[in-house]
T-cell receptor, first 115, second 115 residues
Framework: AQTVTQSQPEMSVQEAETVTLSCTYDTSENNYYLFWYKQPPSRQMILVIRQEAYKQQNATENRFSVNFQKAAKSFSLKISDSQLGDTAMYFCAFMKQPITDKLIFGTGTRLQVFP | DAEITQSPRHKITETGRQVTLACHQTWNHNNMFWYRQDLGHGLRLIHYSYGVQDTNKGEVSDGYSVSRSNTEDLPLTLESAASSQTSVYFC??????????????FGPGTRLTVL
């Protein structure tokens, strides 16, 4: 069975600085998707970024980028130029191929951005 | 605009009562999912459906049931509510997937308290 581990329950960063959230996963699959979801205080789940395992290039979305290390089964999220609106819970999630659409989530990292 | 809604947003009930949480999506997605979110566990899959009349058990399905009579709705029923089912419940939907469309769209969540 697949598992997703987020070892940092809480992180903090000062506005405009860079922060990296860690995620590791365990799977025997070769093809899969990885995601980072953001959950602000509003509770809404928002997709931040996704990575296809067959792609070697790390995904980027504006200030958000990932460091995907397939052999190490590591998928970290880097937030550059942190903003107060980045304060949220961040969840790493795994989806197996062939596409079954079931997401397996980590336990989350609470990120606080300070002025 | 297409959306996914959940009702009620908050509910308090008593142990032993039957409770139904509604989920309605206007994306015309085939796939629908129910997750529960608990501190220290992230989001865990309760039930899911790949289409009308199709339902499947997820990781934490005991005490819950779903039915899919149309594309838009997947109600979640707690047959006899227990205090252990106090949680935040999220509904999600996605298209019958083929890469690259694998994103799940989440509803706003329902906070359920069982006294």
């Amino acid at each position: 069975a697949q598992t997703v581990t987020q070892s940092q329950p809480e992180m903090s960063v000062q506005e405009a600085e860079t922060v990296t959230l860690s995620c590791t996963y365990d799977t025997s699959e070769n093809n899969y998707y990885l995601f980072w979801y953001k959950q602000p205080p509003s509770r809404q789940m928002i997709l931040v970024i996704r990575q296809e395992a067959y792609k070697q290039q790390n995904a980027t979305e504006n200030r958000f980028s990932v460091n995907f290390q397939k052999a190490a089964k590591s998928f970290s999220l880097k937030i550059s130029d942190s903003q107060l609106g980045d304060t949220a819970m961040y969840f790493c999630a795994f989806m197996k191929q062939p596409i079954t659409d079931k997401l397996i989530f980590g336990t989350g990292t609470r990120l606080q951005v300070f002025p | 605009d297409a959306e996914i809604t959940q009702s009620p947003r908050h509910k308090i009930t008593e142990t032993g009562r039957q409770v139904t949480l509604a989920c309605h999506q206007t994306w015309n997605h085939n796939n629908m999912f129910w997750y529960r979110q608990d501190l220290g566990h992230g989001l865990r899959l309760i039930h899911y459906s790949y289409g009308v009349q199709d339902t499947n058990k997820g990781e934490v399905s005991d005490g819950y049931s779903v039915s899919r009579s149309n594309t838009e709705d997947l109600p979640l029923t707690l047959e006899s509510a227990a205090s252990s089912q106090t949680s935040v419940y999220f509904c999600a939907s996605s298209e019958l997937t083929s890469a690259p469309s694998v994103e799940q769209f989440f509803g706003p969540g329902t906070r359920l308290t069982v006294l």
